[in-house]
């Protein structure tokens, strides 16, 4: 059974994860956020977190708290 839910750049690299059991709907806006970036979400026993240069990383839209922050307010 895997355990984490991870997002992914193109090049498979993680910047972002989510215990399975624990996703709610913050998690869930998260995904299609990257999703629609050209990310993918997917089921991983473990995560290795780093830093990313690669030109899919540095082309994302890192503003996703901006978007939480602007639909609570």
Do not use: P
């Amino acid at each position: 059974m895997k355990g984490m839910t991870a997002i992914q750049c193109k090049n498979r690299k993680t910047f972002a994860g989510s215990v399975t059991k624990y996703i709610d709907a913050e998690w869930k806006l998260q995904e299609a956020y990257y999703k629609a970036q050209g990310c993918k979400v997917v089921e991983v026993d473990s995560v290795a977190w780093g830093g990313c240069e690669c030109e899919h990383c540095e082309s994302l839209e890192h503003k996703f708290e901006e978007l939480i922050e602007e639909i609570k307010g």
